[in-house]
């Protein structure tokens, strides 16, 4: 069956700008996480949603950071006034239920983000 | 903090078996231990995970410690696709996001 997917798969934009990053679950996962992937290490929690809520956010480095998921399917994550440092690529998992069983995570490709 | 540790990188020649291994000390009783791999420019693929006892999948073996305080992920024939960054992690069922560390980087030689 078809996988997480994340467009766009490169976005390229300028400091101070709005971006809006969105991934696509795998059909049915209850549970949908964002990550931060910066070079040469290795992904970095931002956000938890278990169904339409944040469940952790506590990654998220600061305020200008936000993500929703208003029907428990799709997620976007939302950065205002774009900073240099948050270039990085930014990835999604979903597993089907994190409170059950071993909570396997499942990625999507990630969308590369470069603010210039 | 990731709550693994496992070598920088490794190196295997192709077609034989590497064995990949993870240290967690502070794991507690309800973590399963989960494997990941990351090929260049694509996201985490998911290899193989287990709680206790051994398992095997069509990808690879994970051999768990007695103790659980070790874990080893087994190819059993490297191929060149399998050159990756390997990633040891610790997981439970409450919810908990990964803490990935900067893994192991393979590298499989023709």
């Known amino acids: 069956g078809a996988g997480v997917s994340q467009t766009p798969s490169n976005k390229v934009t300028e400091k101070g700008k709005y971006v809006e990053l969105r991934c696509d679950p795998i059909s049915g996962h209850t549970a949908l996480y964002w990550y931060r992937q910066s070079l040469g290490q290795g992904p970095e929690f931002l956000i938890y949603f278990q169904g339409t809520g944040a469940a952790d956010d506590s990654g998220l480095p600061n305020d200008r950071f936000f993500a929703v998921r208003p029907e428990g399917s799709v997620s976007t994550l939302k950065i205002q006034r774009t900073e240099r440092g948050d270039s990085a690529v930014y990835l999604c998992?979903?597993?089907?239920?994190?409170?059950?069983?071993?909570?396997?995570?499942?990625f999507g490709p990630g969308t590369r983000l470069t603010v210039l | 903090d990731a709550k693994t540790t496992q070598p920088n990188s490794m190196e295997s020649n192709e077609e034989e078996p590497v064995h990949l291994p993870c240290n967690h000390s502070t794991i507690s009783g309800t973590d399963y231990i989960h494997w990941y791999r990351q090929l260049p420019s694509q996201g985490p693929e998911y290899v193989i995970h287990?709680?206790?006892s051994n398992v095997n999948n069509r990808m690879a073996s994970l051999a768990i410690a007695e103790d659980r305080k070790s874990s080893t992920l087994i190819l059993h024939r490297a191929t060149l696709r399998d050159a990756a960054v390997y990633y040891c992690i610790l997981g439970d069922n409450y919810g908990q996001n990964f803490v990935f560390g900067p893994g192991t980087r393979l590298s499989v030689l023709p």
């Open positions: 998992a979903s597993s089907l239920n994190a409170r059950q069983g071993a909570n396997t995570q499942y």
């Open positions: 287990g709680l206790t």
